[in-house]
């Protein structure tokens, strides 16, 4: 009994509410960008995921799939990540980011957590688009909103 009370303590204090130097003010706490950039959740807090928003140096839009609290990449099988910008009107652009290949991490297309995209988009910031749909491990996430300012300073996201 005494060991299985020690054990639910330890695995309440591990967990997301718990002091791993993300905790902040009032019950809260933080999750840290990895890349300075803007964190999006995607689906359900403590156990979905987060897309990590970065603008590179050259101007193209970087997104980086990571775990649900934005410590570690997941690697996804997608050929692409398609992005739906509303322009006037009822129509919308499609900006489309390909996964990007990294021989020092071993990440591949069809097994990456960066994608890039094919255009630059300094002239669409602040970035408010949809991304249709977004397969993350068995999960499929439909319709998942996103704003990017395009400025870092933005890399905390509070819960």
Not at 53 to 68: K, S, T
Not at 93 to 106: H, I, M, N, Q, Y
Request: hydrophobic share 35%; net charge negative.
């Amino acid at each position: 009994m005494r060991t299985s009370l020690l054990l639910t303590i330890c695995l309440f204090l591990l967990g997301c509410g718990g002091d791993s130097g993300k905790s902040g003010s009032g019950g809260h706490h933080v999750h840290v960008a990895p890349h300075g950039g803007q964190l999006v959740e995607v689906g359900e807090h403590g156990s979905g995921y987060n897309l990590e928003l970065v603008l590179h140096p050259d101007g193209f839009l970087q997104i980086y799939v990571l775990d649900a609290h934005a410590e570690n990449f997941v690697r996804i099988p997608a050929p692409s990540i398609e992005i739906e910008i509303p322009v006037e009107g009822n129509s919308s652009r499609t900006l489309l980011c390909e996964p990007v290949a990294d021989t020092a991490t071993g990440e591949t297309v069809g097994n990456t957590s960066l994608f890039t995209s094919t255009e630059r988009i300094s002239d669409l910031l602040p970035l408010q688009a949809v991304i249709p749909q977004l397969q993350l491990m068995e999960f499929v996430y439909e319709n998942v909103p996103i704003e990017f300012s395009g400025k870092s300073g933005h890399a905390d996201h509070e819960h």
